[in-house]
């Protein structure tokens, strides 16, 4: 687990290595200030002003750094992160200006997954000065919730069950006095039947529950969270094959988006009454596993035949949902690794986004914009409805056209959702596959900030 909590530092006069940002269009017209040897040094290192691009600068008895930005009238998240990655450990300053957003990929550069084994090169951190204090504190508790849903998908599914997800719930509630629900094993059936009928394949040591947290005045704006916890999917007695289960971990990555996120919303006190609900499991196969052409029953009190025991995380979302909509409130935000469809679609930096309301889904594809964090909008198209019918039951788990996956999925969720409530669906990767500066591969938090700075700016 990171530790980020020093590596940015409010400006007191501090001794510090000056970085300098540069960009491609201004480098030359820069470089006239630098003495010959100085500019020799950057030629040496073949150093341009393009984006990412890292320089050293002899300076006397000492040295600057110089980084290539794509603009620095527009520093984004990443701008700095690059610097921050390789530079000897040390504490720097910027030469002219202030940091701004590039404050968060400082330290999620600096993020590194240890619990099963030391860096190969430990190095001490980077620290980054600003003159701007008011910064230091959202930036910290951003980059540690970005730190935590990483965290929480790189850890196997041996230590990172459905109990392993009730113990993060149960300290987040102790450390900002939540209060914490937890329906567990068979006491699930007559409460949660679906979330039951994935989980109970699992046995005892991986029992399946239902995880409620509830916090903030009661009287304040009702907001609910909802996150898929599926610990591992080996797709039940669908089966995935052998490289479908690789990255199956990272399957309770809507769980650890809600975490990450239900700790800003409590770290920052916004005037919410929060719900956060998590059904974990683990959809394994055994004698007792739910069968393609079963047919369960839900919460909500529709039936459900199972098209498809791949298509199990929409079944324990239902479930929640259904238990968010009974506490009325004004927003449900729901995140999951629900459809391999989004990612083929939109590849893996795009969360898929659904909302019901066009203002909604405004305002989180605008945060996410103005934030480094993007999301792309699918349609709720209510024809593809359709590829949900069943002849014996109110509705199928899984179509059998290969079209629309993603859609047909937030439209089977939809269906769980009250009328009038304002909703929206996350379908996220939670995984980058390859690494960038900033952002290295692996777990990895994907629509956090977007839906963050919309709760920022609605609530706050």
């Known amino acids: 687990m990171s530790d980020k909590h020093a590596l940015i530092q409010p400006n007191r006069g501090q001794k510090a290595i000056s970085i300098h940002l540069v960009d491609k269009s201004g480098f030359a017209q820069w470089a006239k200030r630098l003495s010959p040897l100085q500019r020799a040094a ?45 530079l000897p450990a040390g504490t720097y300053v910027l030469a002219e200006g202030e ?56 850890t196997p599914a041996q230590d990172m069950g459905p109990a392993e997800l009730e113990a993060e719930a149960e300290a987040l509630a102790k450390k900002y006095r939540a209060q914490l629900t937890v329906t567990k094993g068979d006491a699930l059936e007559q409460d949660y039947p679906m979330v039951h009928a994935v989980g109970r394949a699992a046995g005892r040591s991986h029992a399946p529950r239902m995880i409620e947290l509830a916090w903030g005045d009661a009287q304040a704006p009702r907001v609910a969270l909802v996150g898929k916890g599926v610990c591992f999917d080996s797709g039940g007695l669908d089966i995935k094959p052998a490289s479908g289960m690789l990255l199956m971990k990272k399957d309770m990555g809507g769980a650890a988006h809600v975490l990450a996120l239900a700790g800003l919303i409590m770290e920052t006190g916004l005037r919410v009454r929060l719900q956060v609900l998590m059904p974990a499991v683990e959809n394994a196969i055994a004698g007792n596993a739910f069968r393609p052409g079963d047919i369960l029953a839900s919460r909500k009190g ?3 035949e199972i098209g498809n025991t791949d298509a199990e995380g929409r079944l324990v979302l239902a479930d929640a949902l259904a238990r968010a909509c009974e506490e009325k409130p004004e927003l449900i ?60 039951a109110d509705l199928n788990n899984a179509s059998a056209t290969p079209f629309a996956g993603t859609i047909i999925a937030g439209l089977f969720l939809e269906r769980f959702v009250e009328e009038g409530i304002d909703w929206a669906h996350f379908d996220t990767f939670a995984w980058r596959p390859s690494a960038k500066p900033g952002r290295p591969a692996g777990g990895e938090a994907l629509g956090l900030r977007a839906a963050w700075h919309m709760l920022l700016r609605r609530y706050g």
Not at 63 to 81: I, R
Not at 130 to 149: C, H, K, N, Q, S
Request: proline content about 8%.
């Open 302 to 304: 529709l039936s459900v």
């Open 333 to 392: 935000l729901d995140f999951a690794t629900l459809t391999g469809a989004a990612r083929v679609a939109l590849g893996p930096d795009l969360p898929a986004l659904m909302a019901r309301s066009d203002d909604t889904a405004e305002a989180l594809r605008a945060a996410g914009d103005g934030h480094d964090d993007p999301l792309w909008r699918l349609p709720l198209h209510q024809p593809y409805g359709d590829y949900l019918k069943s002849e014996i």
């Open 42 to 86: 950057l030629e040496g290192q073949k150093f341009k002003g393009e984006g990412y691009e890292v320089g050293i600068v002899p300076d006397g008895d000492g040295w600057f750094a110089v980084g290539g930005v794509a603009d620095t009238q527009s520093l984004s998240s990443w701008c700095m992160a690059r610097l921050a990655e390789i």
């Open 99 to 154: 940091p701004g957003p590039a404050l968060i990929g400082w330290q999620t550069a600096q993020y590194r997954f240890t619990r099963y084994r030391e860096p190969k090169e430990p190095t001490g951190p980077r620290i980054l000065l600003t003159g701007e204090p008011a910064a230091v504190g959202p930036a910290l508790a951003e980059a540690a919730a970005i730190a935590r849903v990483r965290d929480l998908v790189n």
